[in-house]
């Protein structure tokens, strides 16, 4: 079974602190993303990596930036937290296969920013 | 740019009645397209997919969706629902061509009663 594990559930902090989100997988998964859920706007992309070291921007980079030093882990990092940025956030991994294979889901981590 | 529509956000039906959610997609290429649901305190996880080939697929849990190339939908289906299907259900699409980018829908409640 495919297992994704993200660091912490929950999670709170105060505006300007700087925030460390943590995915790790264990099936060998090129591609890692990172998302972030909000009631009716569904899932946005914020950065994924398809290999370790490489990323590219989701369609809501600002504010946020991500690492990936090693194949199973994959960091999503905001540099100055904001008040906007309190969310439920989803860590998921695929392979790289030719028909963009099934994402697998982290259990998510509900942030709230003061 | 790619963007998928969920028609309903909020569904409230008794145990029993069938169901239908409907899922639109704007893209004029080839699409894979993938149904995710998230049970209350779950992870988000895979319903059913499309690649290719016969376009009513089916899933787990007696779940099924009928993809129709000509109206961009690819439509949710459960014949009879369960008190048990209270989720919410996320319709999503990536292009072949995209890339590793996949489109998220906002999501739909759906409520069952017992």
């Known amino acids: 079974d495919v297992k994704v594990t993200q660091s912490s559930r929950y999670l709170v902090k105060r505006t300007g602190e700087k925030v460390f989100l943590e995915c790790v997988q264990d099936m060998d998964h090129e591609n890692m993303f990172w998302y972030r859920q909000d009631p009716g706007l569904g899932l946005r992309l914020i950065y994924f990596s398809y290999d370790v070291k490489m990323k590219e921007k989701g369609d809501i980079p600002e504010g946020y930036s991500v690492s990936r030093e090693k194949k199973e882990r994959f960091s999503l990092i905001l540099e100055s937290a904001s008040t906007n940025q309190t969310s439920m956030y989803l860590c998921?991994?695929?392979?790289?296969?030719?028909?963009?294979?099934?994402?697998?889901f982290g259990p998510g981590t509900r942030l709230l920013v003061l | 740019a790619q963007s998928v529509s969920q028609h309903n956000h909020h569904v409230i039906l008794s145990e029993a009645a069938s169901l239908e959610l409907g899922c639109n997609y704007s893209y004029g290429g080839t699409v894979n397209l993938f149904w995710y649901v998230q049970y209350p305190g779950q992870h988000l996880q895979l319903l059913l997919k499309y690649f290719s080939g016969d376009p009513l697929v089916k899933g787990i849990k007696g779940f099924e969706a009928e993809f129709i190339k000509s109206k961009f939908s690819f439509n949710l289906r459960k014949p009879s629902v369960q008190w048990s299907d209270t989720a919410e259900y996320f319709c999503a699409v990536n292009a072949r061509d995209g890339g590793f980018k996949t489109i998220f829908g906002a999501g739909t409640r759906l409520f069952v009663k017992a």
């Open positions: 998921a991994s695929s392979f790289a296969g030719p028909f963009h294979e099934t994402q697998y």
